[in-house]
């Protein structure tokens, strides 16, 4: 009887410590047109702007160029044996970042993620889009983006 008993009140301090440390999580959206996506609540598009260059910056990222969320990586060792073989130069990670607004106080913040090679060549960059089965690290970024925005 003790042995139940104990083990109900493991299961339900278990499901609330789940459900309080969910609380804080950013709303993760599966959307079509995306690898990952995330709604962000009472925050400006700004700031949101501010903490996606942040987090892109400190993960080794840089800015394609000063305007847009656009960011470029080198890729990491797997993509340049899986695309620099039979497409021809070292391959880069291009990242695609858009805030779109969803109501006053929310916006829907989105990546899409593409394998560049060929730069610099006269037939121009080509680019892949990265599936869903690797989007395990933009989820990450985007809760980092999130949680940046609850420090501000």
């Known amino acids: 009887m ?15 410590l789940s459900l309080s440390s969910c609380a804080n999580r950013p709303d993760l959206i599966k959307t079509d047109d995306s690898l990952a996506a995330v709604e962000i609540r009472n925050s ?20 394609e160029s000063h305007y847009g969320l656009t960011f470029i990586k080198k890729g990491n060792i797997l993509r340049q044996v899986e695309y620099a073989s039979y497409m021809g ?11 779109d607004p ?29 599936r869903g089965l ?4 933009y989820k990450n970024l985007l809760q980092e983006v ?3 925005l609850q420090q501000y």
Not at 104 to 115: F, M, P, R, W
Not at 134 to 137: A, F, I, Y
């Open 2 to 16: 003790k042995k139940k008993a104990l083990l109900a009140l493991t299961a339900l301090n278990l499901l609330v």
């Open 146 to 148: 999130s949680d940046r």
């Open 102 to 130: 969803i109501s006053a106080s929310s916006h829907l913040v989105k990546i899409n993620a593409y394998t560049m090679t060929n730069q610099g060549s006269r037939f121009g960059d080509q680019e892949r889009k990265v």
């Open 44 to 63: 400006t598009e700004t700031d949101i702007r501010y903490a996606v260059i942040e987090t892109f910056l400190t993960n080794g990222y840089q800015r």
């Open 89 to 99: 130069g070292a391959a880069r990670m291009r990242v695609k970042v858009r805030i």
């Open 134 to 137: 690797r989007k395990g690290h």
